[in-house]
């Protein structure tokens, strides 16, 4: 298991050394903003889902966070459409 709260700076280098290291279970906490459909995609293609996802507001932090977990060879609880529309 690996639970961080990555700098949101790294956090794609973060994201790809986690992965490569294949635990079992990842947990992040990071900002809302920061769980973006590519990155959901990124650890799908890898082979995690997205198993859990918690709200959480803490006074003088900016905006919501969230604690969310993936896990491998589990299913997603979340859908998403990267396609852009015109």
Not at 37 to 45: A, D, V
Request: glycine fraction near 4%; charged fraction near 20%.
């Amino acid at each position: 298991i690996i639970s961080s709260n990555p700098p949101y700076s790294l956090l794609n280098n973060v994201i790809k050394k986690t992965i490569e290291l294949k635990p079992r279970v990842i947990n992040y906490l990071l900002g809302i903003n920061n769980l973006t459909p590519k990155r959901i995609e990124t650890f799908e293609k890898a082979g995690y889902g997205l198993t859990k996802i918690h709200m959480c507001k803490v006074y003088k932090w900016f905006g919501m966070s969230i604690i969310v977990q993936f896990e491998l060879s589990k299913s997603s609880i979340i859908s998403y459409d990267r396609t852009i529309w015109k």
